[in-house]
Every structure is written in structure tokens, then in C-alpha cells.
């Protein structure tokens, strides 16, 4: 299965700061997701990262808040703009393994967000 | 939009014991419905799924049923051990082409005592 690395893994910020959150995947793969885990609640999409074109945004969320890039097949970041506490959650990304014997969806590990 | 209900949101066995966690989904063109357990602090693993041309997968002491018709899918564990404690999600997505964007239950915390 595809390898994924989240940075950060957890960060501390301050109100009305932005932050950006990187995935790298040992791999080339076809599609990126973006998902927010709101502390003990269930994963929620964000947005889908396309390569070469804007990301796809699911309701309740827009690029002005959270800008997304997909420079290539094996990179993307998420940014959380103008934080505010209620954007304390963990982000993950996602990514949909081709290579993998059945094509399935693995998870980064994360990034804890606090927002003071 | 598709949405997954998830049933029940806790669940305590002896261990040994079975433990069964149902969902369902309201999206009939939904065809890929994986299961994810995630311990406190880690990432959702994926540990069993099943697609729509199927009714039934076992993976050991795991297994997945579904019910197209009535669009329902559950998760069985069977002799369950200590370290099957953690939250099982259940997902649904429509495959066809190349999205796999998942839709989520809300989870079931599920604890195993010994």
C-alpha cells in the first residue's frame, strides 16, 4: 500500500493565523482527499485535491477557507485560513492506491490542529 | 448526497464474545463499502471491505455482510480479544470511475473486557 507522510503532526496556533498542512505519497496516485475529524466525532470530507486543476470542495466548505494544491501525482497540501477555535480538529488526507491488489483508500496520519 | 447511519455509537462485549455493528446507506448507486477501526490517536485503518457484486467477505475472525436491497451493511466480530477495542467506522462511496470520496458513519466505540 502507498505510503503517506502528514507534516505537521500536531501544531498549537493562534486565532486569525493560517496553516498549512502537507502529504506526500511515496507514489503516483490518481486521486487526494482532504478530511476533518472534529474531536470525537466521525471523518467528514473536505475536498477532493485534483492534479493540474482547482480542488473539488464538498458543502460547507470553500476555497477561500481552506485553499488546497496538488502541484503533482504525489504531493498536495491543505491550508486552514483565518483560524479560529472551531477549527480545532485533526486533518487528514487520503489517498485512493491503485497499486494496491484492490483499490482502496489509505489515511495519513494526521495533523492535530489546536486553535487558541 | 449519500448518507450512512451507523448503530450502535457504543458497544461493550466479554471478551471472547461476538460483536456486531450495523450500518446504512441511502445512495442506491453507492457500490464500495469499506470498514475502518481507528485506536485513540492513530490513523483509520482499513480492515475489511465489501463491494456491491458480493454479499458476504470473512477475513479471519472478521466478516461484512451487505444488503443491497435494503441497503444496509454490518460488521462481525467473532472471539473478540482487548485489542479490538477501538472506533469502527463505516464508509460508502460510489466507485464507478475513479472517486472513491467516502462517505462516513459516525462510529462505534466499541470496548472488549477481559
Known amino acids: 500500500s502507498a505510503v503517506i507522510s502528514q507534516k505537521p503532526s500536531r501544531d498549537i496556533c493562534q486565532r486569525g493565523t493560517s496553516l498549512t498542512i502537507q502529504c506526500q505519497v511515496d507514489?503516483?496516485?490518481?486521486?487526494m482527499f482532504w478530511y476533518r475529524q472534529q474531536p470525537g466525532q466521525s471523518l467528514t470530507l473536505i475536498a477532493t485535491?485534483?492534479?493540474?486543476?482547482?480542488?473539488?470542495?464538498e458543502s460547507g466548505f470553500v476555497i477561500d477557507k481552506f485553499p488546497i494544491s496538488r502541484p503533482n501525482l504525489t504531493f498536495s497540501t491543505l491550508t486552514v485560513s483565518n483560524m479560529s477555535p472551531e477549527d480545532s480538529s485533526i486533518y487528514l488526507c487520503?489517498?485512493?492506491?491503485?497499486?494496491?491488489?484492490?483499490?482502496?483508500?489509505?489515511f495519513g496520519s494526521g495533523t492535530q490542529l489546536s486553535v487558541l | 448526497g449519500e448518507n450512512v447511519e451507523q448503530h450502535p455509537s457504543t458497544l461493550s462485549v466479554q471478551e471472547g464474545d461476538s460483536a456486531v455493528i450495523k450500518c446504512t446507506y441511502s445512495?442506491?448507486?453507492?457500490?464500495?463499502f469499506p470498514w475502518y477501526k481507528q485506536e485513540l490517536g492513530k490513523r483509520p485503518q482499513l480492515i475489511i471491505d465489501?463491494?456491491?457484486?458480493?454479499g458476504e467477505k470473512k477475513d479471519q475472525r472478521i466478516a461484512v455482510t451487505l444488503n443491497k436491497t435494503a441497503k444496509h451493511f454490518s460488521l462481525h466480530i467473532t472471539e473478540t480479544q482487548p485489542e479490538d477495542s477501538a472506533v469502527y467506522f463505516c464508509a460508502a462511496s460510489n466507485s464507478g470511475g475513479s472517486n472513491y470520496k467516502l462517505t462516513f458513519g459516525k462510529g462505534t466505540l466499541l470496548t472488549v473486557n477481559p
Open positions: 445512495d442506491s448507486a453507492s457500490n464500495y
Open positions: 507514489s503516483q496516485v490518481t486521486m
Open positions: 465489501i463491494r456491491s457484486n458480493v
Open positions: 485535491a485534483n492534479q493540474g486543476s482547482e480542488a473539488t470542495y
Open positions: 487520503s489517498v485512493e492506491d491503485r497499486g494496491s491488489p484492490n483499490e482502496k483508500l489509505f
